[in-house]
């Protein structure tokens, strides 16, 4: 469950990115925070592929945006032709190559809960 002390408020810049900096000392920034970088360079050898999975899933436009969301805002739906650089398949990474690059990054630790 969230902790609210773990939150930290992201404030907007503003209209006017030329403006100072406000002060901010007075908000509160959260324990984990304050050792980011040390907590950062422990996770950088796991294998992301075993926290979110390997596979991409195939996207949909036509799901995503639908005729309705054009017609909200006025627009014409654009007309995708489905040709061959909607397929992927001939260009995908072959299994050596992920390994490969797994271990150059140093991507070789499974993902554990309370790493």
């Known amino acids: 469950p969230k902790a609210p ?6 404030s907007d810049k ?4 030329e ?5 901010r000392s ?7 925070s304050k050792n980011w970088l ?3 360079e422990k996770q950088a050898g796991t294998d992301p592929d075993t926290i979110f999975g390997g596979k991409v899933p195939r996207v949909d436009l036509d799901a995503i945006f639908l005729d309705e969301d054009y ?7 654009p007309k995708r032709r489905r040709g061959s650089s909607g397929e992927w398949q001939q260009d ?3 299994r050596a190559e992920v390994l490969e690059y797994k271990k150059k ?5 499974k993902w554990t809960i309370g790493k």
Do not use: F
């Open 92 to 94: 995908r990474l072959s």
């Open 38 to 40: 040390a907590l950062l």
């Open 5 to 10: 002390e773990d939150n930290y408020e992201l």
């Open 105 to 109: 990054m140093g991507q070789t630790e």
């Open 71 to 77: 017609l909200r805002v006025h627009k014409d739906k």
């Open 19 to 23: 403006a100072e900096e406000p002060d």
């Open 26 to 32: 007075h908000k509160h920034v959260p324990e984990w």
């Open 14 to 17: 503003g209209e006017d990115s």
